[in-house]
Antibody, heavy 124, light 106 residues
Framework: QVQLVESGGGVVQPGRSLRLSCAAS????????MNWVRQAPGKGLEWVAV????????YYADSVKGRFTISRDNSQNTLYLQMNSLRAGDTAVYYC?????????????????WGQGTLVTVST | IQLTQSPSFLSASVGDRVTITCRAS??????LAWYQQKPGKAPKLLIY???TLQSGVPSRFSGSGSGTEFTLTISSLQPEDFATYYC?????????FGQGTKLEIK
């Protein structure tokens, strides 16, 4: 069965860095795009970043562009999020999510599997 | 692309039929998905392609719409349906979510 397990969250001071990991199993990891989505306490969902199946294409939310880097190691079936220059506003539960694509009858994408999330708290 | 859900809060009873609307600032074609989230849990995919029911999701859930206006309908509310619902557009980067609709028990 498909499993996504995030790790690496914790409490970090403003301006410091943190790296999140998402270990994938139960599917052919190197054939799927992967995303990070976050949710601040009591707030809605915010998409953070996406990486293509081969790691060659990456896109970011404006709120994290230049500070966060998404990457993947297909040999280890693991997705990463390197978070630098962290701010209080980055405090959230971070989820990794698998992106699937269908082409018929009409092309569309969706996030069909999500991890359980890892909490990042940026605070002094 | 901005997504605006309405209402933001909805109070309903078991057995009710409810509809949640998601309006987009640009046409989305079929690049619209709906998720359900319960407290402390990850979101769960309900509908993709605006109207395709994800495998394993009860048939009381349905989605419709095209262009810039989409709806999620629950035909007969069950106790386990009380949760927060989000729409998401995957037409363009950055992907965006609606602000959410919290469905509460009346």
């Amino acid at each position: 069965q498909v499993q996504l397990v995030e790790s690496g969250g914790g409490v970090v001071q403003p301006g410091r860095s943190l790296r999140l990991s998402c270990a994938a199993s139960g599917f052919i990891f190197n054939t799927y795009g992967m995303n990070w989505v976050r949710q601040a306490p009591g707030k809605g969902l915010e998409w953070v970043a996406v990486i293509s199946y081969d790691g060659n294409n990456k896109y970011y939310a404006d709120s994290v562009k230049g500070r966060f880097t998404i990457s993947r190691d297909n040999s280890q079936n693991t997705l990463y999020l390197q978070m630098n220059s962290l701010r209080a506003g980055d405090t959230a539960v971070y989820y990794c999510a698998r992106e699937d694509l269908v082409v018929a009858p009409a092309a569309t994408m969706y996030f069909d599997y999500w991890g359980q999330g890892t909490l990042v708290t940026v605070s002094t | 692309i901005q997504l605006t859900q309405s209402p933001s809060f909805l109070s309903a009873s078991v057995g009710d039929r409810v509809t949640i609307t998601c309006r987009a600032s640009q046409a989305l074609s079929s690049f619209l998905a709906w998720y359900q989230q319960k407290p402390g849990k990850a979101p769960k995919l309900l509908i993709y392609g605006a109207s395709t029911l994800q495998s394993g999701v009860p048939s009381r859930f349905s989605g419709s719409g095209s262009g810039t206006e989409f709806t999620l309908t629950i035909s007969s509310l069950q106790p386990e349906d009380f949760a927060t619902y989000y729409c998401q557009q995957l037409k363009n980067y950055p992907y965006t979510f609606g602000q959410g609709t919290k469905l509460e028990i009346k």
